[in-house]
């Protein structure tokens, strides 16, 4: 592996997460709701044509879909955020949502920061930019939501792990 | 003292008489004959081996062998070239060795090590990549970032202990 967790990712526990790692934990989760979408319709036209013996092609009927789409990002987002602080893709890149005093989202928050998500979008992506400017690494959902991104990556015990596979030294 | 003069000398000469009388008798008989016919299992099926071990202070014993002693004695490798390795194997039952040793539980860790470290390297290169952005923005925006607060103070955790340094950092 090209690079372990380095002394310098110690202690991070906590830290405000970057703009990378958030970028990339935001990607992964819209790859990911994207993906259980055109899952779900494929077994829900599946199931229909069993049933009524009709091809059905959900995805033609373009105001369903999209209602469909909003609806379901809006789940797929307020619903994890508020049951555990974090996404699939921020739990695959070890990052969580908190309130700015550091406790556990709660649930309005999750349902503000979801719904203020597209505003960051809409205003040409300038929502974003307070994750590099900001001292506290808040984004326009972040403010409006009360809410901060936080490491929650073990890297210490990811050094640990990594030391323990290494190949013990020879006596000099 | 005989109250008889001359007594103690026929005392004497009795005296040497039979011990010249038994070492004859002694010298005639033929142990090994006599031991030929005595019936050893018989005798040793009438003893309670049993009862003797009871009365035998085993801690006693054991307390008294010096088991280094005995283990230097030991030519292990003699031994173990004198094992037929095969045929322990075969001996073995497998299938509850792998039930008690629950080795589908260590399998299952190391396919778990395997994903976790991928997720290691995926999340120490995000972090990099994190502090290399923030980096070069504080450098084009000519600020310090190094007052800013790490993030929520209560999730800030003490430092941790020291790590021991990785074999390669170790070497110079």
């Known amino acids: 592996m090209s690079r372990p967790p380095t002394p310098a990712d110690m202690g991070r526990q906590g830290n405000y997460a970057g703009a990378v790692t958030r970028l990339v934990a935001f990607a992964a989760d819209i790859g990911a709701s994207w993906g259980i979408f055109t899952l779900a319709l494929a077994g829900l036209g599946f199931a229909i044509n069993l049933v009524t013996g009709k091809q059905v092609n959900l995805t033609s009927r373009q105001i369903l879909a999209l209602i469909a789409i909003v609806i379901w990002e809006f789940v797929y987002f307020a619903y994890q955020w508020?049951?555990?602080?974090?996404?699939?893709?921020?739990?695959?890149?070890?990052?969580?949502?908190?309130?700015?005093?550091?406790?556990?989202?709660?649930?309005?928050?999750?349902?503000?920061?979801?719904?203020?998500?597209?505003?960051?979008?809409?205003?040409?992506?300038?929502?974003?930019?307070g994750i590099l400017l900001n001292k506290d690494r808040h984004a326009l959902h972040d403010r409006l939501?009360?809410?901060?991104?936080?490491?929650?990556?073990?890297a210490r015990a990811a050094r640990l792990r990594w030391l323990a596979k290494q190949e013990p030294v020879p006596p000099v | 003292m005989s109250p008889l003069p001359g007594a103690n000398r026929m005392e004497q000469l009795v005296e040497s008489i039979a011990e010249r009388v038994v070492n004859l008798v002694l010298d005639a008989i033929d142990i090994n004959a006599i031991v030929g016919q005595v019936d050893v299992d018989g005798l040793i099926d009438r003893v309670d081996v049993q009862k003797i071990i009871d009365r035998v202070d085993v801690d006693e014993i054991v307390s008294r062998v010096?088991?280094?002693?005995?283990?230097?004695?030991?030519?292990?490798?003699?031994?173990?070239?004198?094992?037929?390795?095969?045929?322990?194997?075969?001996?073995?039952d497998i299938d509850s060795l792998v039930q008690q040793t629950e080795l589908?539980?260590?399998?299952?860790?190391?396919?778990?090590?395997?994903?976790?470290?991928?997720?290691?390297?995926?999340?120490?290169?995000?972090?990099g990549l994190d502090d290399f952005t923030a980096r070069w923005v504080n450098r084009i925006l000519r600020r310090s970032s190094a007052e800013w607060p790490k993030g929520p103070e209560k999730l800030l955790m003490a430092p941790p202990a020291?790590?021991?340094?990785?074999?390669?950092?170790a070497s110079p």
């Not at chain 1, 009360?146 to 490491?151: A, D, G, H, L, P």
Request: charged letters at 20%; aromatic letters at 4%.
């Open chain 2, 66 to 92: 010096d088991v280094e002693k005995i283990i230097e004695r030991v030519d292990v490798d003699e031994i173990v070239s004198r094992v037929d390795v095969e045929k322990l194997i075969q001996r073995v």
């Open chain 2, 104 to 127: 589908g539980t260590i399998i299952a860790h190391s396919t778990s090590g395997i994903a976790s470290e991928a997720l290691d390297v995926v999340r120490a290169q995000g972090v």
């Open chain 1, 82 to 129: 508020a049951l555990g602080g974090k996404t699939m893709g921020m739990a695959l890149l070890g990052i969580r949502v908190v309130a700015t005093d550091g406790d556990p989202i709660t649930p309005k928050q999750a349902v503000i920061r979801t719904l203020t998500l597209p505003l960051s979008f809409l205003l040409m992506g300038l929502g974003f930019i």
């Open chain 1, 145 to 154: 939501a009360k809410t901060v991104v936080v490491y929650s990556w073990d």
């Open chain 2, 162 to 169: 020291p790590v021991p340094p990785l074999a390669a950092e």
